[in-house]
């Protein structure tokens, strides 16, 4: 559920973002004011509202709140951040099963935090989204995983097919702390603002083991890692990842390598003409670097002209037409995507008759 943004936000919004994309190197000292503002409490709670979601560690829920009084709770909160009282509980982890095996897991915030992240993501994410990378697509505003697989289909079709089907082992997990704060400082000097994202990178975690008991972790020892399920998560993870897109432009590994990149959050593939190989080293070197590790087992290099890739759940294949004989490029969900249903399947940018006697993926 999408909920409209109000005009004075908006216009603060328009005004921090430009000033940020006008100069690249000016940082912002007075935020913090903007975080507990009482529209932007209002607002950031009706976001979270509206994405719902699981109670945290203190099992309050939206119903709750709004049955004691919205206009009560939110101005509590609001006296905690200006008296900057305000300190985030733990947050609540639960294992989520991946589609391909496995488990992930997900960080639940309670919803007094996921309020306050979303009022200062409100305030922040403008000013970031003037320095990201035009590769990257992931949670972003008016860009999307549709986005990043059209641009992953439109080099393949210019010839970009040689293919690093790239991975990064436990990408939120492993985002170092004091690197991460070093590029949020780079815009950001507002003090107050900056111990917020430090409080709730330093969060302590509760997790239950199978018979319900209770056990904290993480906290002020942590140094790593970033909770996947917190709402100013993705905003962290795109600044951080950033880092490196931005490396790769400032060094020309685009034409050196003759290469794109299409990054989705820490989801990311290099299609280059002939130097996949030679990408893929500098890539491992630049990510050790930054503290990553490329997940070695799920990154491989592939020929796009013979060979299926998924990316962001997406097969791409290129497929011949009975009529002509001619090879073009389709794409379709993979089996795990839809759960083997055809009607669910989709295939995108492809011309009807171009998809004649082709057999789905899901099939």
Known sequence: MSLATPEKIRTLQRKLYCKAKAESDFR?????????????????????????????????????????????WVAGLRKELQLKTYRPQPVRRVMIPKPGGGERPLGIPTVRD?????AEKIVIEPIFEADLDQSAYGYR??????????????LICR??????????????????????MQCVARRIVDRHVLHLIKMWLKAPVEERDGDGKRRIVGGKGNTRGTPQGGVASPLLANI?????LKYWRLSGCGEAFRAHVVSYADDFVILSRGCAAEALAW???VM????LTINEAKTSLKNARQERFDFLATRSARIGSRRTGNGTWARARPRRACNGSRRKCMICWCPPTSLRGWKCATR
């Open 288 to 291: 050790t670097r930054l503290g």
């Open 283 to 285: 890539t491992k070197a």
């Open 159 to 180: 010839g970009y097919t040689d293919v690093v089907d790239a991975d990064l082992s436990k990408y939120f997990d492993n985002i170092p702390h004091r690197d991460l």
């Open 114 to 118: 996921r309020v306050v992240q979303t």
């Open 141 to 154: 505003p008016k860009r999307g995983a549709a986005d990043a697989i059209k641009e992953v289909h439109r």
């Open 240 to 244: 951080y990842m950033n880092r490196f």
């Open 28 to 72: 912002f000292y007075q935020l913090y004011d903007k975080v507990w503002r009482e529209d932007i409490l209002a607002h950031a709670y009706a976001l979270a509202r509206a994405n719902a979601g699981a109670p945290g560690v203190d099992g309050l829920t939206f119903a709750e709140i709004e049955t004691a009084g919205i206009e009560k």
